[in-house]
């Protein structure tokens, strides 16, 4: 099945217009795993990609028993307009697909491994930059879990696959046993706010070089450690399930834009906007954890691309990023 090109579209919220093929071919099977399964991503994913959309809607477009699903009478309204802008952006896409330049053939296709929280919070920022830096490299992204990943870089290694991922404390030393390479390239960040009088509470945007100087750091916020633990893979399945009844689970799932990732110097921030007043400022904590950069490394020929791929993400390019303000009695 062809995949939906990347974009984004408003209706009450932000979202990937790729939500909307998935919520029309879960609607069409019936079935979340075999839509999943047609779109060649986790059955996870999906479903936080249709719960973006019906948190952005305040609407539940499914009904579930069992195993199966069905339209509501919202998600039946829903889907006869979605698949109108389905067919839009198909016919948009085939109409100027003259003017993009030609290709025979890809010079190489790159597999890239990654958990649901790398997938999801870190190759955004980064799938345009690579795809300059390696115009005529073919990119597919499958979304595993931990184990998942290992079995496929140990007992199916291949020159062209490696794998981005956060790697929890608890199963650490079971990655450094297997025949692999492992090298951080960058860092995950959490920030929230700090009072009037931080060095940055007259700024406007912070650059990479003000945050070597200053780094932005964490409020001790119970909320916002629930979303590091989710957001750097650290989380487990129990801890999933009940962040998945949770208002903080729900902040998160809300468009994906409430965290918005943003690249400066080899480290990704993520900006926790629950209301337009939040200010994402510089604190007293800092919580960290590096995203890895794993490949079999028997495989992989010391002038291969993803090696040349390693160096490039080991070379992020800098951003600012804007601050969004705490209403003034907030402060403190």
Not at 69 to 87: C, N, P, R, Y
Not at 290 to 302: G, M, S
């Amino acid at each position: 099945m062809r995949a939906p090109a990347q974009g984004e579209t408003s209706g009450g919220t932000s979202m990937n217009i790729e939500y909307l093929y998935y919520f029309a071919e879960a609607a069409r099977q019936g079935s979340i795993s075999g839509a999943a399964h047609s779109y060649n991503i986790s059955q996870q994913g999906l479903s936080r990609a249709i719960q973006c959309i019906e948190n952005g809607y305040g609407i539940a477009l499914f009904e579930r028993k069992g195993n199966s699903i069905s339209l509501t009478k919202a998600g039946e309204v829903f889907l006869e307009e979605a698949e109108g802008v389905i067919a839009a952006h198909n016919h948009l896409q085939e109409s100027i697909s003259c003017y993009a330049p030609k290709r025979t053939a890809w010079d190489c296709r790159i597999n890239i491994l990654m958990t649901l929280n790398v997938a999801f919070n870190v190759w955004p920022p980064l799938s345009k930059n690579l795809q300059q830096a390696f115009p005529n490299s073919l990119f597919s992204i499958q979304e595993l879990h931990h184990d998942q990943i290992a079995s496929k870089l140990c007992l199916y290694p291949s020159e062209s696959t490696f794998a981005l991922m956060s790697i929890p404390e608890t199963i650490k030393g079971t990655f450094s046993a297997l025949p692999l390479e492992m090298e951080p390239i960058m860092d995950v960040r959490l920030m929230a706010k700090v009072g009037k009088n931080s060095a940055y509470a007259q700024r406007e945007t912070v650059s990479a070089r003000d945050l070597q100087q200053a780094p932005l750091v964490m409020h001790d916020d119970p909320v916002l450690e629930k979303m590091l633990l989710f957001l750097t893979g650290s989380n487990s399945d129990e801890l999933e399930s009940t962040l998945l009844r949770t208002n903080s689970y729900d902040i998160m799932a809300d468009g994906l834009k409430q965290f918005n990732a943003i690249g400066f110097s080899n480290t990704f921030c993520f900006h926790y906007n629950r209301t337009p007043d939040i200010a994402i400022l510089p604190l007293e904590k800092s919580i960290r954890t590096p995203i890895y950069f794993v490949y079999n490394k028997a495989a992989t020929d010391d002038s291969s691309e993803i090696l040349k791929i390693k160096d490039f993400l080991l070379k992020t390019v800098e951003l600012d990023f804007p601050l969004v303000r705490y209403k003034q009695e907030d402060d403190s």
